[in-house]
């Protein structure tokens, strides 16, 4: 007898995590007695004759603490629906037609699709087109709207916190300012959280537009008290009040952000006369192993959604909220950004110990 099939892949920038959520999807699908074939490098593995292989027990043994993914990502091709913070594009219906015989010749019924913004509108399309989907939200950036938590946030943060451990150090010994630009596009939740674990003492956030004088004043009056180093951590999507977000030209796919911490580091030295240091994290954040709660997030998120499909419950997302793994339909989860309320109790936590947001 044949075995009902399901269809998995990962797509958009890679996060730790992905691994975990392939496994929990395989591994409740087996029980229920069903296949999962994996697309390879995105939505592109669904394109004529179909790049795939089959997951199993034995594919996705040991996977857990590994990061990246193992069938592969994409965040360029054929299937990009967005390309920059609220610009749509439309995938070709030439492409979803193709997408549609592909799966539709290889039996399969309902296709996770684990990825960020961008990939839930590229689902959305897909779905309109009568393609079965089912949505898994990932993203270091922790940016979506429909849920309250992405798994590879967790991580990502580690990382910062690591990286803000060792910068202490080296600044503290030399009496330097150490600049730490880190990732998280038009949001700066890595940034905040990042910051607040590793001890900053300024954080700059896109959602608070900076002033160069009030950052140097914090140092001042930071060195008057007798603390001669000090820790900046700046999204890369942060920019000063009079300024704007620092770009690299658009290549396929979304505009890329970075730079903005070399030029914080330049203004910090020029008006303070400090010895001033810059380092990118980049891609470091997207790396390794995940933390705990990413391994039991992306299991909790494969689980439920391969108990989507088996409901029917086509269209959804599987979201979290209130401690609880739930699901909401994709299309709330399409072009609404989560940002940092200014407001927020973060933000006041992290005032009311002594970090200033340069404002
Ligand atoms: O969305 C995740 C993310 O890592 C952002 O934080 C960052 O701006 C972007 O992807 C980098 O993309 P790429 O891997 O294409 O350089």
Not at 16 to 44: C, H, I, Q, S, Y
Not at 272 to 290: D, F, N, S, W
Not at 299 to 314: N, Y
Request: a neutral charge; aromatic letters at 4%.
């Amino acid at each position: 007898m044949t075995k009902p099939r399901i269809g998995v892949l990962t797509s958009g920038g890679d996060c730790p995590g992905l691994n975990a959520v392939l496994r929990g999807v395989v591994l409740a699908a087996e029980k229920l007695g069903w296949e999962v074939l994996g697309f390879l490098d995105g939505f592109e593995g669904l394109l004529p004759p179909g790049n795939y292989k089959l997951l199993g027990r034995r594919e996705t043994a040991g996977i857990m603490p590994r990061g990246g993914t193992i069938i592969g990502t994409t965040n360029r091709g054929h299937f990009v629906a967005k390309v920059g913070a609220g610009d749509r594009a439309e995938v070709a219906e030439k492409v979803i037609a193709d997408a549609r015989r592909v799966l539709q010749e290889l039996r399969v019924d309902g296709l996770i699709i684990i990825g960020g913004d961008g990939s839930m509108a590229t689902a959305l399309q897909l779905q309109a087109a009568g393609i079965n989907c089912i949505g898994v939200p990932k993203t270091i950036d922790n940016d979506l709207e429909a849920t309250a938590m992405t798994f590879g946030f967790d991580s990502a943060v580690a990382t910062v916190m690591d990286a803000l451990d060792r910068l202490h150090t080296t600044a503290t010994s030399h009496k330097r300012v150490m600049v730490l630009e880190v990732m998280g596009r038009h949001a700066g939740w890595i940034a905040l959280h990042g910051g607040l674990a590793g001890g900053a003492h300024i954080i700059l956030i896109p959602e608070i537009p900076f002033d160069y004088d009030k950052i140097a004043a914090a140092l001042n009056a930071r060195a008057e008290r007798g603390s001669l180093s000090a820790i900046v951590v700046v999204a890369e999507g942060a920019r000063a009040k009079d300024g704007q977000v620092v770009m690299r030209p658009m290549e396929e796919g979304e505009y890329r952000l970075g730079g903005i911490g070399e030029i914080v580091a330049r203004e910090i030295a020029a008006r303070t006369g400090k010895e001033t240091r810059c380092t990118v994290l980049g891609h470091l954040q997207r790396g390794g192993a995940p933390t705990t709660l990413d391994r039991i997030l992306g299991t909790r998120f494969g689980v439920q959604a391969v108990k989507l499909i088996a409901e029917k419950q086509f269209g959804s997302m599987v979201s979290y909220q209130n401690y609880q793994v739930q699901h909401v339909p994709i299309a709330d989860a399409v072009n609404r950004l989560r940002l940092v309320s200014p407001q927020s109790q973060m933000v006041q936590t992290a005032r009311a110990v002594e970090i200033s947001f340069g404002d």
